[in-house]
């Protein structure tokens, strides 16, 4: 079984040479062809129907046949060609989503690096107020030191002044 493919060639291609369909307005009415017209048309008309025979004749013997194997091949390379088209259009669609996540990845990235850095900041904060801490309980400490000792020299001063009282 084979299959025409029509090819186009430049060489010896008949073109059809076709007279126009009258044109039936009611403006080129004509009456029916007697005997006579039929036999002055007929000769025109066969010649211009061999014209058209030895055209189409000229075309198919430009025809290419494919075999059914070389034509199977066709077949299945242009479903190939459909699928791999399809495939394309699915990475392109993945390309796409990739990138959108990408830029989506980058923007959670810097929102990211800016709460770490917020997040350094407050350690340094806190790093700050401990130290701030420590030095105020050195100084309360070094306070309290010294109201135990003056409480001590104040007890002292008591016991020395109640014994001057108490000798007078």
Same mark, same amino acid.
């Given at each position: ?17 076709? @007279? ?39 075309? =198919? ?21 459909? @699928? ?6 699915? =990475? ?15 923007? @959670? ?48 001063? @008591? ?10």
């Amino acid at each position: 079984m084979s299959r025409p493919y029509h090819a186009q060639h430049g060489h010896g291609t008949a073109a059809l040479a076709m @007279k126009p369909l009258p044109i039936l307005d009611g403006s080129d009415v004509r009456p029916p062809l007697t005997l006579q017209d039929w036999v002055k048309i007929l000769p025109t008309t066969l010649e211009d129907a061999r014209n058209a025979a030895s055209a189409l004749r000229d075309l =198919v013997q430009d025809a290419v046949y494919l075999d059914e194997e070389c034509y199977s091949s066709a077949v299945e390379h242009t479903h190939y060609q459909d @699928k791999l088209h399809a495939q394309q259009k699915r =990475v392109n669609y993945l390309e796409n989503e990739a990138a959108a996540l990408r830029a989506e990845l980058e923007r @959670k990235d810097e929102l990211l690096a800016a709460a770490a850095g917020r997040q350094r900041e407050a350690q340094m904060q806190i790093i700050e107020l401990q130290q701030e801490l420590e030095n105020n309980a050195v100084v309360f400490r070094m306070h309290y030191q010294e109201l135990l000792t003056r409480n001590e020299e104040i007890e002292r001063l @008591k016991i020395v002044i109640e014994g001057l009282q108490g000798g007078t």
